[in-house]
C-alpha cells in the first residue's frame, strides 16, 4: 500500500522512463535491489521470473480495462433525467480515476523490470496499453457527454445560480488531474470546458429576452382588457360615470400590474447577475489555467534574430516530433532539468499540475523555421549551444501537433507571464512585435477561448439593449410612472439593473484580450451615456451631496475613461 501511495504522487510518467534506463534510478525498491539482475540472484542460476511478474502486474490493468468497458456498454438509453445524470457523473468519475491510478501504476512497475533496455519487450506492453488508451478516452468523452447534458439541464432551472460556479470548478480541477494520463485528454478538456463557459454565457442572454417578454406581456393584456360594454337604455350621465369607473379600474389594476412587474424584472436581473458573475468567474479561471503564452510576430530575418538569441545567452532544445519549428530557452535553466520538461509538457494546453504554487522564472521560444522578412530560401542555421531532451510520449505527441506561426512564448504558469514576456521583450527590443499578450498553445483550445470571450462580449450588447428595452417599455404610459410610489420603484429597479450592467463590464475588461478592446471601448462608452441620460431624466439631484444613486456610475465612468479603454475613440467620438 505504501508503495501504491508512492506510485499516485507521481504526476508524470518520466520518472518510469528514466528507471527503465537506468538501473540506479529504481532502486529504491526491494525488487530492483534484489531482482534477476543482482549478484545474488544470478549466483543461484534460477530462471528469469519477469515473465510471471509481468503477468501479474498486468491483472490490475486487466480488470480495470474491464471495468471500463462494462461502464461504456452499460450506458443508459436515451438522455438521463436530471435526478439521475449526477449518478452517472459520478460513476464516469470513480472508473477514470482508477484507470488513471492503475495506469501510473504499472508504468512504474513495468519499469523497475525494465532497466536492462529491452526495448522489444517494453514496446509490446506499451503497445498492450493502446486499447486501454482508447477505452480510456471513450470514457472520458462520455463523461464530458454528461457533464454537457446536467449544464443544459441546469440552465433551465429558475434559480441555476445556486452552487453552478463551485461545481464547475469542482469538475474542472478534477478534470485536470485525469487528463494528463489520457491521450489529447488536455487539449479536449480545455475545447469541453470553454464550450460550456460559452453556453453559459449565450444561455444568460436568452434567459433576458425569454423573461422580459414573460414579464411585459400582462402589462399589454391589462392595456387592451375589456371592463364592461355600455348599456343602450342608461343615459348619457351613467354612461359618463361607468366610463369613468372603468378607467378608474382599468389605472389601478395597471398600477397594480406595473408594481408587480417592476419586482419581476428586478428578480430576473438578479438572477442574470448571479449566472453572469459565475460565469464569467468560471471563464477567467479557465483563462488563467490554460493561457500561459504569448504571440509574437518576428520583424528581422531568421539570420538577425539567431544573431540576437545567442548575444542574449539563449540555447536551442532539440526533442523528437518537433517539425517545422524551433524550440529556445535562456541558459540559466539549462541545468534545470526540471523546468524544461515542465515547459515542454504545458505546450500540451495546460498548467503543470506538478507544483502549481512555486512559480520559477524561465521560458521556451517556440519560432517557426522560415520566417515572412527571409528573402533566401536556404534556411541559415544555429551556431549557437544547443542540447537533447528527450520527453515522455505524450508530449512528443503534443509537440508534433502544435502550429506555429511565428514566435510563440511559453511560461509553466500564468501568473508569472506579463513578468517574463516583458523581460523577453525588453531583451529583444524590435525584432519581435507583440500580437497577442496571453494565449494557449493548442491551436484549438486558443480558438475555444476566443469564441468564449467573443461570447462574452455579445452578452454585454445583449444586456445592453435588454436594459434599453425595459427601460421603453414601462414608459409606455406616463401617467403611470408620474404616480410617487411606483416612480420609485421603478427608478430604483432601473438603477439595480444598471449596477449589473456596471459590474459585468468590469469584469468583462479582465477577461478580454487586446483585440476585442476596440469593441469594448465604444460599448463601454455607449453604455455610460445611455446611464447619463437615465440619471438626468429620471433620478433626483443632489442637494449639495453626491446621492446614492452616483457611486455605482460615477466609478464606472471613472474606469471607462481611463486611457487604455478610450484610446480607440475618435476625437469626435471623445469630446
Same mark, same amino acid.
Not at 77 to 88: E, K, M, V
Not at 133 to 151: A, N, P
Not at 337 to 362: C, F, H, M, W, Y
Not at 451 to 480: C, G, H, P, R, W
Given at each position: 500500500?505504501?508503495?501504491?501511495? @508512492?506510485?499516485?504522487?507521481?504526476?508524470?510518467?518520466?520518472?518510469? %522512463?528514466?528507471? %527503465?534506463?537506468?538501473?540506479?534510478?529504481?532502486?529504491?525498491?526491494?525488487?530492483?535491489?534484489?531482482?534477476?539482475? &543482482?549478484?545474488?540472484?544470478?549466483?543461484?542460476?534460477? $530462471?528469469?521470473?519477469?515473465?510471471?511478474?509481468?503477468?501479474?502486474?498486468?491483472?490490475?490493468?486487466?480488470?480495470?480495462? =474491464?471495468?471500463?468497458?462494462?461502464?461504456?456498454?452499460?450506458?443508459?438509453?436515451?438522455? $438521463?433525467?436530471?435526478?439521475?445524470?449526477?449518478?452517472?457523473?459520478? =460513476?464516469?468519475?470513480?472508473?477514470?480515476?482508477?484507470?488513471?491510478?492503475?495506469?501510473?501504476?504499472?508504468?512504474?512497475?513495468?519499469?523497475?523490470?525494465?532497466? @536492462?533496455?529491452?526495448?522489444?519487450?517494453?514496446?509490446?506492453?506499451?503497445?498492450?496499453?493502446?486499447?486501454?488508451?482508447?477505452?480510456?478516452?471513450?470514457?472520458?468523452?462520455?463523461?464530458?457527454?454528461?457533464?454537457?447534458?446536467?449544464?443544459?439541464?441546469?440552465?433551465?432551472?429558475?434559480?441555476?445560480?445556486?452552487?453552478?460556479?463551485?461545481?464547475?470548478?469542482?469538475?474542472?480541477?478534477?478534470?485536470?488531474?485525469?487528463?494528463?494520463?489520457?491521450?489529447?485528454?488536455?487539449?479536449?478538456?480545455?475545447?469541453?470546458? &470553454?464550450?460550456?463557459?460559452?453556453?453559459?454565457?449565450?444561455?444568460?442572454?436568452?434567459?433576458? =429576452?425569454?423573461?422580459? +417578454?414573460?414579464?411585459?406581456?400582462?402589462?399589454? +393584456?391589462?392595456?387592451?382588457?375589456?371592463?364592461?360594454?355600455? !348599456?343602450?337604455?342608461?343615459?348619457?350621465?351613467?354612461? @359618463?360615470?361607468?366610463?369613468?369607473?372603468?378607467?378608474?379600474?382599468?389605472?389601478?389594476?395597471?398600477?397594480?400590474?406595473?408594481?408587480?412587474?417592476?419586482?419581476?424584472?428586478?428578480?430576473?436581473?438578479?438572477?442574470?447577475?448571479?449566472?453572469?458573475?459565475?460565469?464569467?468567474?468560471?471563464?477567467?479561471?479557465?483563462?488563467?489555467?490554460?493561457?500561459?503564452?504569448?504571440?509574437?510576430?518576428?520583424?528581422?530575418?531568421?539570420?538577425?534574430?539567431?544573431?540576437?538569441?545567442?548575444?542574449?545567452?539563449?540555447?536551442?532544445?532539440?526533442?523528437?516530433?518537433?517539425?517545422?519549428?524551433?524550440?529556445?530557452?535562456?541558459?540559466?535553466?539549462?541545468?534545470?532539468?526540471?523546468?524544461?520538461?515542465?515547459?515542454?509538457?504545458?505546450?500540451?494546453?495546460?498548467? !503543470?499540475?506538478?507544483?502549481?504554487?512555486?512559480?520559477? +522564472?524561465?521560458?521556451?521560444? #517556440?519560432?517557426?523555421?522560415?520566417?515572412?522578412?527571409?528573402?533566401?530560401?536556404?534556411?541559415?542555421?544555429?551556431? *549557437?549551444?544547443?542540447?537533447?531532451?528527450?520527453?515522455?510520449?505524450?508530449?512528443?505527441?503534443?509537440?508534433?501537433?502544435?502550429?506555429? #506561426?511565428?514566435?510563440?512564448?511559453?511560461?509553466?504558469? %500564468?501568473?508569472?507571464?506579463?513578468?517574463?514576456?516583458?523581460?523577453?521583450?525588453?531583451?529583444?527590443?524590435?525584432?519581435?512585435?507583440?500580437?497577442?499578450?496571453?494565449?494557449?498553445?493548442?491551436?484549438?483550445?486558443?480558438?475555444?477561448?476566443?469564441?468564449?470571450?467573443?461570447?462574452?462580449?455579445?452578452?454585454?450588447?445583449?444586456?445592453?439593449?435588454?436594459?434599453?428595452?425595459?427601460?421603453?417599455?414601462?414608459?409606455?404610459?406616463?401617467?403611470?410612472?408620474?404616480? !410617487?410610489?411606483?416612480?420609485?420603484?421603478?427608478?430604483?429597479?432601473?438603477?439595480?439593473?444598471?449596477?449589473?450592467?456596471?459590474?459585468?463590464?468590469?469584469?468583462?475588461?479582465?477577461?478580454?484580450?487586446?483585440?476585442?478592446?476596440?469593441?469594448?471601448?465604444?460599448?463601454?462608452?455607449?453604455?455610460?451615456?445611455?446611464?447619463? &441620460?437615465?440619471?438626468?431624466?429620471?433620478?433626483?439631484? *443632489?442637494?449639495?451631496?453626491?446621492?446614492?444613486?452616483?457611486?455605482?456610475?460615477?466609478?464606472?465612468?471613472?474606469?471607462?475613461?481611463?486611457?487604455?479603454?478610450?484610446?480607440?475613440?475618435?476625437?469626435?467620438?471623445?469630446?
Amino acid at each position: 500500500a505504501t508503495e501504491h501511495d @508512492d506510485v499516485v504522487c507521481r504526476t508524470s510518467s518520466s520518472a518510469s %522512463s528514466e528507471s %527503465s534506463s537506468n538501473p540506479q534510478v529504481a532502486r529504491g525498491s526491494s525488487l530492483s535491489e534484489h531482482g534477476e539482475w &543482482s549478484s545474488q540472484f544470478i549466483l543461484m542460476g534460477l $530462471p528469469s521470473f519477469r515473465p510471471t511478474y509481468l503477468f501479474i502486474v498486468r491483472i490490475q490493468l486487466d480488470v480495470i480495462h =474491464e471495468c471500463l468497458k462494462l461502464r461504456k456498454d452499460q450506458r443508459p438509453i436515451g438522455d $438521463p433525467s436530471f435526478l439521475s445524470i449526477r449518478q452517472l457523473i459520478r =460513476e464516469c468519475k470513480e472508473v477514470l480515476k482508477g484507470a488513471t491510478l492503475v495506469k501510473q501504476y504499472y508504468h512504474y512497475m513495468v519499469a523497475a523490470v525494465m532497466w @536492462d533496455e529491452e526495448l522489444e519487450a517494453e514496446s509490446k506492453f506499451e503497445a498492450d496499453l493502446t486499447e486501454f488508451d482508447e477505452d480510456m478516452k471513450s470514457m472520458l468523452d462520455v463523461y464530458f457527454g454528461y457533464l454537457q447534458s446536467w449544464i443544459h439541464m441546469l440552465q433551465a432551472l429558475p434559480e441555476a445560480s445556486l452552487g453552478m460556479k463551485s461545481a464547475l470548478e469542482e469538475e474542472w480541477t478534477y478534470t485536470k488531474s485525469i487528463c494528463a494520463y489520457v491521450i489529447g485528454g488536455e487539449a479536449e478538456a480545455g475545447k469541453k470546458f &470553454s464550450s460550456l463557459a460559452s453556453s453559459l454565457l449565450s444561455s444568460i442572454g436568452d434567459f433576458l =429576452e425569454n423573461g422580459i +417578454d414573460d414579464n411585459t406581456r400582462s402589462l399589454y +393584456d391589462v392595456e387592451n382588457a375589456d371592463y364592461g360594454t355600455e !348599456d343602450e337604455n342608461d343615459s348619457d350621465d351613467e354612461s @359618463d360615470n361607468i366610463e369613468d369607473r372603468k378607467n378608474m379600474k382599468k389605472i389601478v389594476e395597471m398600477k397594480q400590474n406595473v408594481q408587480g412587474i417592476l419586482r419581476n424584472f428586478k428578480n430576473l436581473f438578479n438572477e442574470a447577475r448571479e449566472r453572469a458573475s459565475k460565469a464569467l468567474g468560471f471563464a477567467k479561471l479557465l483563462r488563467k489555467d490554460l493561457e500561459i503564452a504569448a504571440d509574437f510576430n518576428i520583424t528581422v530575418a531568421t539570420a538577425e534574430l539567431f544573431a540576437r538569441l545567442i548575444e542574449t545567452h539563449h540555447v536551442q532544445v532539440k526533442v523528437q516530433l518537433s517539425a517545422g519549428y524551433m524550440m529556445f530557452i535562456p541558459e540559466n535553466i539549462v541545468s534545470n532539468k526540471q523546468l524544461i520538461l515542465q515547459l515542454l509538457n504545458v505546450t500540451s494546453g495546460r498548467e !503543470d499540475p506538478a507544483d502549481l504554487t512555486t512559480k520559477v +522564472d524561465g521560458y521556451l521560444l #517556440m519560432i517557426r523555421c522560415d520566417s515572412v522578412m527571409d528573402t533566401h530560401r536556404v534556411q541559415p542555421k544555429w551556431s *549557437g549551444r544547443v542540447i537533447n531532451v528527450e520527453p515522455t510520449a505524450e508530449t512528443a505527441i503534443a509537440l508534433s501537433h502544435i502550429e506555429v #506561426m511565428s514566435l510563440l512564448f511559453v511560461v509553466t504558469h %500564468s501568473g508569472i507571464l506579463a513578468q517574463q514576456r516583458k523581460y523577453f521583450e525588453a531583451l529583444m527590443g524590435r525584432k519581435v512585435r507583440l500580437v497577442n499578450e496571453q494565449t494557449s498553445c493548442h491551436q484549438s483550445i486558443a480558438e475555444s477561448l476566443s469564441e468564449l470571450k467573443t461570447n462574452a462580449v455579445d452578452l454585454m450588447v445583449k444586456i445592453s439593449q435588454a436594459i434599453q428595452q425595459v427601460n421603453e417599455k414601462l414608459n409606455l404610459n406616463n401617467i403611470i410612472l408620474n404616480e !410617487d410610489s411606483i416612480l420609485k420603484l421603478y427608478r430604483e429597479t432601473m438603477l439595480k439593473i444598471y449596477d449589473f450592467g456596471f459590474e459585468y463590464q468590469r469584469e468583462l475588461m479582465r477577461l478580454v484580450s487586446r483585440d476585442q478592446r476596440e469593441k469594448m471601448c465604444h460599448m463601454t462608452v455607449s453604455f455610460a451615456k445611455n446611464w447619463m &441620460s437615465f440619471v438626468i431624466d429620471k433620478c433626483e439631484r *443632489g442637494r449639495g451631496t453626491r446621492p446614492r444613486w452616483a457611486t455605482q456610475g460615477l466609478e464606472f465612468i471613472t474606469i471607462a475613461c481611463e486611457p487604455k479603454n478610450i484610446v480607440y475613440l475618435t476625437d469626435e467620438e471623445f469630446q
